[in-house]
């Protein structure tokens, strides 16, 4: 049964404030100013990543309360953690990895470690938190995918393969969940500089590549990403489900 607050304010003006919401990978990049974004909306942040003095670093700058879980995605213990939840409102499902090799050289083992953590871990995290939803009748779960997750590249068959794997996943998710009141969602961003790409975009041919890619001839922010992740996660994105909003400065346009 759906124990949903009733508030008469438009969707636009209800916010946050109070919701829990859990964000994987939080520990630096995307994952980190998302929590960070969550926490000055007003939401009760659970951290979760493998590093805990980066969880440390995150919980000391965050404005509101951080709860810090120091978990590997891939591993039983976190959905535990999860399902034991008495509320969770909003998800971020960050967590993720990219190790762009030629399609010809592609090893098992950089094939399975990206099916295992960008996949199957961010399937078995989204089906715990629908089942701690579920209780409520009402939730958000954000899938970060990639622009990757609509168009093909060179050197990132894997990648490609796995977000659009993430795109697929949360079409279904939102069809089936729909009904109990929990919207699916995900943000494609464009190369953003972070502790991950950074090393891709210092090769000068390759920074040029992603340039003449991107029609408004820049590299988004960690903080654009943090604002589209805010929007799907509020009431502001009221009926939005089912989609990709695509932070990446026109790339998947072309």
Same mark, same amino acid.
Not at 210 to 227: F, N, P, S, Y
């Given at each position: +049964? $759906?124990?949903?607050?009733?508030?008469?304010?438009?969707?636009?003006?209800? &916010?946050? %404030?109070?919701? *829990?919401?859990?964000?994987?990978?939080?520990?630096?990049?995307?994952?980190?100013?998302c929590a960070l974004a969550l926490s000055e909306a007003g939401a009760r942040v659970i951290a979760v990543s493998r590093t805990e003095r980066e969880?440390?670093?995150?919980?000391?700058?965050?404005?509101?309360?951080? =709860?810090? /879980?120091? =978990?590997?995605? *891939?591993?039983?213990?976190?959905?535990?953690?999860?399902? %034991?939840?008495?509320?969770?409102?909003?998800?971020?499902?960050?967590?993720? !990895?990219?190790?762009?090799?030629?399609?010809?050289?592609?090893?098992? =083992?950089?094939?399975? #470690? +990206?099916?295992?953590?960008?996949?199957?871990?961010?399937?078995?995290?989204?089906? $715990?938190? %629908?089942? *701690? +939803?579920?209780?409520?009748?009402?939730?958000?779960?954000?899938?970060?995918?990639?622009?990757?997750?609509?168009?093909?590249?060179?050197?990132?068959?894997?990648?490609?393969?796995?977000?659009?794997?993430?795109? &697929?996943?949360?079409?279904? +998710?939102?069809?089936?969940?729909?009904?109990? &009141?929990?919207?699916?969602?995900?943000? $494609?961003?464009?190369?953003? =500089?972070?502790?991950?790409?950074r090393p891709f975009l210092e090769d000068p041919d390759f920074a040029e590549f992603v340039m003449g890619m991107i029609a408004m001839k820049r590299?988004? !922010?960690?903080?654009? *990403?943090?604002?589209?992740?805010?929007?799907?996660? $509020?009431?502001?994105? #009221?009926?939005?489900?089912?989609?990709?909003?695509?932070?990446?400065?026109? /790339?998947?346009?072309?």
């Amino acid at each position: +049964m $759906s124990v949903r607050e009733k508030d008469d304010r438009p969707v636009w003006a209800r &916010g946050i %404030a109070g919701h *829990v919401a859990l964000v994987t990978g939080a520990g630096r990049g995307l994952g980190r100013a998302c929590a960070l974004a969550l926490s000055e909306a007003g939401a009760r942040v659970i951290a979760v990543s493998r590093t805990e003095r980066e969880l440390a670093n995150l919980a000391g700058e965050a404005p509101g309360p951080v =709860e810090t /879980w120091v =978990e590997d995605v *891939v591993g039983d213990a976190l959905l535990a953690r999860i399902e %034991a939840l008495d509320r969770l409102d909003v998800l971020v499902n960050n967590a993720g !990895t990219n190790r762009p090799q030629p399609f010809l050289e592609v090893t098992d =083992e950089v094939l399975d #470690g +990206m099916l295992n953590l960008n996949v199957r871990a961010a399937f078995r995290v989204a089906r $715990s938190a %629908a089942r *701690v +939803m579920m209780k409520r009748g009402s939730g958000s779960i954000v899938n970060m995918s990639s622009q990757m997750g609509h168009v093909g590249s060179p050197r990132r068959t894997v990648y490609c393969m796995t977000k659009h794997g993430i795109e &697929g996943l949360t079409k279904a +998710m939102a069809v089936e969940l729909g009904p109990h &009141g929990i919207r699916v969602n995900t943000v $494609s961003p464009t190369f953003i =500089e972070t502790p991950l790409t950074r090393p891709f975009l210092e090769d000068p041919d390759f920074a040029e590549f992603v340039m003449g890619m991107i029609a408004m001839k820049r590299l988004g !922010t960690a903080d654009e *990403v943090a604002a589209a992740v805010l929007y799907l996660a $509020s009431p502001a994105s #009221g009926i939005v489900t089912g989609t990709s909003l695509r932070v990446d400065g026109g /790339w998947t346009a072309h």
